[in-house]
Every structure is written in structure tokens, then in C-alpha cells.
């Protein structure tokens, strides 16, 4: 997969060069590269060119991440214009009506892109460019009808220019002039003005000119006019038509004159051919060079027709997702239905056959609930253990016998010489009532002998002293 390389398409009247870029290191690498001749004669259709793109990206096997379209100078217009504001968003704002009175153009049949070329004390310098609404639509809509939407549309200017910015390290202690020619075009970049962005003429030239003459005067124009500068220290000329000589036009502009080629920019996995302008490639590179990099893209798309292709596949994929999870929850509740199904039934059985169970260890007892059943058979079973360890006889604490040695072990726990008489036991299901006496003051360590008792508690005492012995009545619970 060749995800991480894109898609450079350079547009112009007569032709389309694509190419398949990647990065490489500080420069960019073409893969693969072809061109495909548009329709002639007529206006600017590209109907057709757009499916053999198509075409030819499926017969070649290439596999792309985005798209991104460099347009012809002949396609746009470019101007620098002054903007009261200084902000990048005021600028935004104001640009279209700024625009549609310099270049007398209808700013809603019009895309317009721009950048801010120098700033100053009363505003910016923005370099505008403006391409008819209709060359913008049809392209996408070529595009896009053959699945290859673009991400951006840029002038070819920028493109070129992002492809030559990767060698001026290269010169940065130089004030360096660029200079691409050919037969049909011409592109001068300039030295950035401070704190600006190096500004770029493109222009249409004739094959019957003088390159040479050509070259010397418009590079002269350039250092001259006001987004120029006036100490350029070399000139770098790449010369595709091979008909400037460089001895002379160093001569003529009394500033150094140097080649050089397309291999300094990019970086070709191809045989060198003749069927492919090696202009147009460096074009189509630097349009692929906006996706492969962190840059600023100077777009039509944003004013007229916004990408919406990301954001398309965005939102399907969270639809996509939003589906899966809406299935997987109805899945998991499902599941968990049947769960609490099925536990429900094993409970079910469970409790009944518990319950039957119940009324035959417990007979008489009334089955309120698992939990208090399950209460009274752990009381239970504790009282069968004291039973069967010799603490309790086998009716249990509550029976009259176990009362009655409660009782007699707390009356033989009382020291020997009180002497205690009982003369009446009453014993009832809750209480003991004791009718007695003892000897003087001996009521007391009776009272205290049942308090100590660990099964006994007195619940109401009284005494009266007569015939020199304590006469009482105490009535005992059980704790």
C-alpha cells in the first residue's frame, strides 16, 4: 500500500501531468508520472480528461492517499493589492471586495485564494489570486465523478514555489532570485521581504522570443518593481528550453547567473522521458508537496465548493461505528437477557424445592421468605449442636427444664452461708417468678447470683425484711 504517497495533478488548457509523490528525507520522490492531453479547441473542459486519469491510475496499479491540483497560470489571475487590516482574518473577510474592484471581477462567479506578501504600518501587501467559478467547478465536479475529489487546488505559482523553498537553505546567507523558464511560461520567485512570503510572477511567454532578452528584461522588471528587491546577490535559472544563454544574461543584469535542474527539487524513481515536461512535473510535485509537509496552501477550494471528502468519510465511518455498537449492545442485552432468564429459572426451582424442603425439616412452620427460612434453620442447627454438645437438652433453651437449671445454678452459685428458701416457683413461656426468703441481707447475693447467670437476666425484685430474714419476689427472663 502506498498510502503515505499522493496524488499531484497540474491542470492546463492543453494538458494534465500527474505524478505520484512522496517524501523522502528534506525532498520529495516521484514514483510514477504520465500526462494526458485534453480535448482541443472549445472551452475549458475537463470531463473527459478526468475519467483517463482515472483510467490510467487503475491500468497503472497506483495506489494514493489524497489528491491535490496545481492550475495553470493561464487559468487565473494573479494581483498584489493593499489591505487596511493586518489580522489574517480581517483580511479573509474584506479580500472579495478588495479583489472584486481591482481585477473587475464578479466576486460570487469567482474563487478567490490569497496570502499576505509584506506587512506595514498602514496595512498589509496581499498577493490575490482569481480563478473563474466555473474552471473551478469543472474540475471537481470531473473529479469527483471518477472518485479522484481533490483536497485542494492551489495556483501553479505556489506549487513551484514550495518545490524551490526546499533548496534555499541551501543560499540562505544569499539573496537569491529563482528563475523557471519555458517555452510557454515563465516564473520568477523573489527573496521574502521581511516578514513576508517570497513573492512569485508568473507570465505567458512565446516560443519566437529571445529567452535570453527575455530572461535579462524580466528579471530586471522584477528587481524593480515594488514586491522585488533591489540587492539581489544570484540568480538560479532552470531553463527547460535550453536557449538561455547564461554568459550573457549574467552579463546583462551584472549579478551571478547559475543553473540548475530538477534533481536539486526532486527526486525521480524514473527513467528520464521525453513524453512528460520536466516543468510540469516539478509543478505537479509541488502540489503534492502541500499534503506531504506542513505548509500553508494557498486554496481555491475553501472559498468555492469546500473538500468535504474527509469529513464524508468521517461521518460514514461514524455512522459505521455508531451501528456496531447500537448491534453489539443489542447483542449484549440479549445475552444478558437470557442470563437473567435462565438464573431467574434456576432460582425458581431452586426456592420451590427449597420450600418443600423446608416445611418438612421445619413442619408447622410458616414459609415467609428464603431469607428468614434460612434464619430459623441456622438457629435451629445451632440448638441441635448445644443439644447433641450437652449445653442444652434437646427442647432447647425455652423449655421448662432448661429454666429450672438455669435457675438452680445461679441459687447454688450463691455462697453458702446465706441461707435461701424457696417456698414457690412459678415458671410461665416468657418468665420465672421465685416467692421466697433468706437470711438477713441474703436477697442481695441472690439478686446478684441471677445477674451473673449467663442465661439469666432479673427482670423485677422486691424484698421485705420480717422475723430477722429478707422476704422476696423475683422474676427472671431469659437473656
Given at each position: 500500500?502506498?498510502?503515505?504517497?499522493?496524488?499531484?495533478?497540474?491542470?492546463?488548457?492543453?494538458?494534465?501531468?500527474?505524478?505520484?509523490?512522496?517524501?523522502?528525507?528534506?525532498?520529495?520522490?516521484?514514483a510514477?508520472?504520465?500526462?494526458?492531453?485534453?480535448?482541443?479547441?472549445?472551452?475549458?473542459?475537463?470531463?473527459q480528461?478526468?475519467?483517463?486519469?482515472?483510467?490510467?491510475?487503475?491500468?497503472k496499479?497506483?495506489?494514493?492517499?489524497?489528491?491535490?491540483?496545481?492550475?495553470?497560470?493561464?487559468?487565473?489571475?494573479?494581483?498584489?493589492?493593499?489591505?487596511?487590516?493586518?489580522?489574517?482574518?480581517?483580511?479573509?473577510?474584506?479580500?472579495?471586495?478588495?479583489?472584486?474592484?481591482?481585477?473587475?471581477?464578479n466576486?460570487?462567479?469567482?474563487?478567490?485564494?490569497?496570502?499576505?506578501?509584506?506587512?506595514?504600518?498602514?496595512?498589509?501587501?496581499?498577493?490575490?489570486?482569481?480563478?473563474?467559478?466555473?474552471?473551478?467547478?469543472?474540475?471537481?465536479?470531473?473529479?469527483?465523478?471518477?472518485?479522484?475529489?481533490?483536497?485542494?487546488?492551489?495556483?501553479?505559482?505556489?506549487?513551484?514555489?514550495?518545490?524551490?523553498?526546499?533548496?534555499?537553505?541551501?543560499?540562505?546567507?544569499?539573496?537569491?532570485?529563482?528563475?523557471?523558464?519555458?517555452?510557454?511560461?515563465?516564473?520568477?520567485?523573489?527573496?521574502?521581504?521581511?516578514?513576508?512570503?517570497a513573492?512569485?510572477?508568473?507570465?505567458?511567454?512565446?516560443?519566437?522570443?529571445?529567452?535570453?532578452?527575455?530572461?535579462?528584461?524580466?528579471?530586471?522588471?522584477?528587481?524593480?518593481?515594488?514586491?522585488?528587491?533591489?540587492?539581489?546577490?544570484k540568480?538560479?535559472?532552470?531553463?527547460?528550453t535550453?536557449?538561455?544563454d547564461?554568459?550573457?544574461?549574467?552579463?546583462?543584469?551584472?549579478?551571478?547567473?547559475?543553473?540548475?535542474?530538477?534533481?536539486?527539487?526532486?527526486?525521480?524513481l524514473?527513467?528520464?522521458?521525453?513524453?512528460?515536461?520536466?516543468?510540469?512535473?516539478?509543478?505537479?510535485?509541488?502540489?503534492?508537496?502541500?499534503?506531504?509537509?506542513?505548509?500553508e496552501?494557498?486554496?481555491?477550494?475553501p472559498?468555492?465548493?469546500?473538500?468535504?471528502?474527509?469529513?464524508?468519510?468521517?461521518?460514514?465511518?461514524?455512522?459505521?461505528?455508531?451501528?456496531?455498537?447500537?448491534?453489539?449492545f443489542?447483542?449484549?442485552?440479549?445475552?444478558?437477557?437470557?442470563?437473567?432468564?435462565?438464573?431467574?429459572?434456576?432460582?425458581?426451582?431452586?426456592?420451590?424445592?427449597?420450600?418443600?424442603?423446608?416445611?418438612?425439616?421445619?413442619?408447622?412452620?410458616?414459609?415467609?421468605?428464603?431469607?428468614?427460612?434460612?434464619?430459623?434453620?441456622?438457629?435451629?442447627?445451632?440448638?441441635?449442636?448445644?443439644?447433641?454438645?450437652g449445653?442444652?437438652?434437646?427442647?432447647?433453651?425455652?423449655?421448662?427444664?432448661?429454666?429450672?437449671?438455669?435457675?438452680?445454678?445461679?441459687v447454688?452459685s450463691?455462697?453458702?452461708?446465706?441461707?435461701?428458701?424457696?417456698?414457690?416457683?412459678?415458671?410461665?413461656?416468657?418468665?420465672?417468678?421465685?416467692?421466697?426468703?433468706?437470711?438477713?441481707?441474703?436477697?442481695?447475693?441472690?439478686?446478684?447470683?441471677?445477674?451473673?447467670?449467663?442465661?439469666?437476666?432479673?427482670a423485677?425484685?422486691?424484698?421485705?425484711?420480717?422475723?430477722?430474714?429478707?422476704?422476696?419476689?423475683?422474676?427472671?427472663?431469659?437473656?
Amino acid at each position: 500500500m502506498e498510502q503515505n504517497k499522493h496524488l499531484g495533478i497540474y491542470i492546463a488548457p492543453d494538458k494534465a501531468t500527474v505524478v505520484l509523490a512522496g517524501k523522502t528525507g528534506s525532498g520529495v520522490e516521484i514514483a510514477q508520472q504520465f500526462s494526458i492531453a485534453l480535448p482541443a479547441g472549445g472551452p475549458f473542459s475537463f470531463a473527459q480528461t478526468a475519467a483517463d486519469i482515472a483510467s490510467a491510475c487503475q491500468e497503472k496499479q497506483i495506489v494514493f492517499g489524497d489528491i491535490a491540483v496545481a492550475l495553470d497560470c493561464k487559468l487565473y489571475r494573479q494581483q498584489l493589492l493593499h489591505s487596511e487590516f493586518t489580522e489574517y482574518r480581517q483580511i479573509a473577510q474584506t479580500i472579495k471586495f478588495d479583489a472584486e474592484e481591482a481585477l473587475a471581477v464578479n466576486a460570487a462567479d469567482t474563487a478567490i485564494a490569497f496570502e499576505p506578501a509584506s506587512k506595514g504600518l498602514s496595512g498589509t501587501e496581499v498577493s490575490v489570486f482569481a480563478v473563474g467559478a466555473s474552471v473551478v467547478s469543472a474540475i471537481i465536479t470531473a473529479m469527483a465523478a471518477n472518485k479522484l475529489d481533490p483536497v485542494s487546488i492551489e495556483p501553479d505559482s505556489i506549487c513551484l514555489r514550495r518545490i524551490i523553498e526546499q533548496i534555499t537553505e541551501q543560499n540562505e546567507d544569499l539573496k537569491v532570485m529563482w528563475m523557471v523558464l519555458s517555452e510557454k511560461k515563465c516564473f520568477i520567485v523573489s527573496p521574502p521581504l521581511a516578514g513576508g512570503k517570497a513573492q512569485i510572477r508568473a507570465f505567458v511567454t512565446a516560443e519566437s522570443q529571445n529567452k535570453t532578452n527575455l530572461a535579462a528584461r524580466e528579471i530586471v522588471l522584477t528587481t524593480a518593481s515594488a514586491a522585488g528587491n533591489k540587492d539581489i546577490q544570484k540568480v538560479l535559472i532552470y531553463d527547460s528550453t535550453g536557449k538561455v544563454d547564461i554568459a550573457e544574461l549574467s552579463r546583462d543584469i551584472s549579478v551571478p547567473v547559475e543553473p540548475f535542474g530538477t534533481e536539486q527539487v526532486i527526486t525521480s524513481l524514473l527513467a528520464p522521458s521525453s513524453e512528460v515536461d520536466n516543468l510540469d512535473v516539478m509543478i505537479a510535485a509541488g502540489a503534492a508537496a502541500g499534503l506531504l509537509t506542513k505548509c500553508e496552501r494557498i486554496d481555491f477550494r475553501p472559498d468555492f465548493m469546500p473538500y468535504q471528502g474527509k469529513k464524508e468519510i468521517l461521518e460514514k465511518g461514524i455512522k459505521m461505528l455508531s451501528f456496531c455498537l447500537l448491534l453489539l449492545f443489542v447483542v449484549v442485552g440479549v445475552y444478558l437477557h437470557m442470563q437473567y432468564y435462565k438464573t431467574s429459572s434456576y432460582r425458581n426451582k431452586l426456592n420451590e424445592k427449597f420450600k418443600a424442603e423446608y416445611s418438612i425439616a421445619m413442619p408447622g412452620a410458616k414459609f415467609v421468605s428464603s431469607r428468614d427460612a434460612a434464619g430459623k434453620l441456622k438457629r435451629e442447627i445451632n440448638k441441635i449442636k448445644d443439644v447433641r454438645s450437652g449445653l442444652l437438652s434437646a427442647a432447647g433453651d425455652d423449655s421448662v427444664e432448661a429454666k429450672l437449671t438455669f435457675l438452680f445454678e445461679a441459687v447454688n452459685s450463691v455462697p453458702k452461708n446465706i441461707d435461701v428458701d424457696i417456698e414457690k416457683i412459678a415458671v410461665t413461656t416468657k418468665t420465672m417468678t421465685i416467692t421466697g426468703s433468706t437470711s438477713s441481707q441474703g436477697h442481695l447475693q441472690l439478686f446478684g447470683a441471677v445477674d451473673k447467670h449467663p442465661k439469666l437476666v432479673k427482670a423485677n425484685a422486691t424484698y421485705e425484711g420480717k422475723d430477722n430474714r429478707d422476704h422476696f419476689r423475683l422474676t427472671i427472663d431469659l437473656k
